[in-house]
């Protein structure tokens, strides 16, 4: 459970940390200011922190695994469909509806079920799926500007897009909300 989560942190707050990356393409092909392009980072942020409360409680009421497939899915779709995009509004819709469901879940579902598997060390098993978030931000930003130099920013958005949604759906096929649910026992 803890290896599971830590690939899609790593996975999603790596595509988050990403916008910096795509910042400058995006200006450039656009001709927007800073600003136009920054906002909508800024309402993604915002978004996924108060789309958060809502995954918590659907984690709750359905399982982890459901939640964090839809979570795999919207940052996947989210990303190839910001390849697609030529107006700042539908970077914002992008951005601030799909992109900002899938980053919202992450967090709160896999930090309120790795501590269902655990009685002793906890807190260091929630510190090694918190540890995905750093460890995101140091090599899917990387990849992303390889794949920008090599491919385009659009091309890059798709094959990012791709690799996260599949990724992430698989590895979300084998979360577990509880123990029990494998027969195991704490």
Not at 3 to 10: K, L
Not at 98 to 118: D, N
Not at 138 to 149: D, G, H, N, T, Y
Request: aromatic residues 14%; positive net charge.
């Amino acid at each position: 459970m803890v290896f599971i989560s830590t690939i899609i942190m790593t996975l999603t707050f790596g595509v988050n940390y990403s916008f910096g990356i795509f910042f400058t393409p995006l200006r450039t092909e656009f001709g927007w200011t800073k600003a136009v392009t920054s906002v909508a980072y800024s309402v993604l942020t915002f978004a996924a922190g108060f789309l958060g409360i809502f995954a918590g409680r659907l984690t709750d009421r359905f399982s982890v695994r459901m939640v964090s497939i839809a979570g795999g899915f919207f940052l996947g779709l989210g990303c190839i469909l910001m390849s697609q995009i030529v107006a700042a509004w539908q970077f914002y819709l992008i951005y601030a509806l799909i992109v900002s469901a899938g980053i919202g879940g992450a967090w709160p579902s896999l930090t309120a079920t790795v501590p269902k598997w655990f009685v002793m060390r906890r807190g260091l098993m929630i510190g090694i799926v918190a540890s995905g978030t750093g460890i995101g931000t140091m090599v899917v930003p990387a990849v992303a500007s390889r794949l920008i130099s090599v491919y385009g920013w659009r091309n890059a958005y798709v094959i990012l897009g791709a690799f996260t949604l599949v990724s992430i759906v698989i590895a979300a096929m084998f979360m577990r909300h509880e123990p029990h649910q494998i027969g195991e026992r704490l």
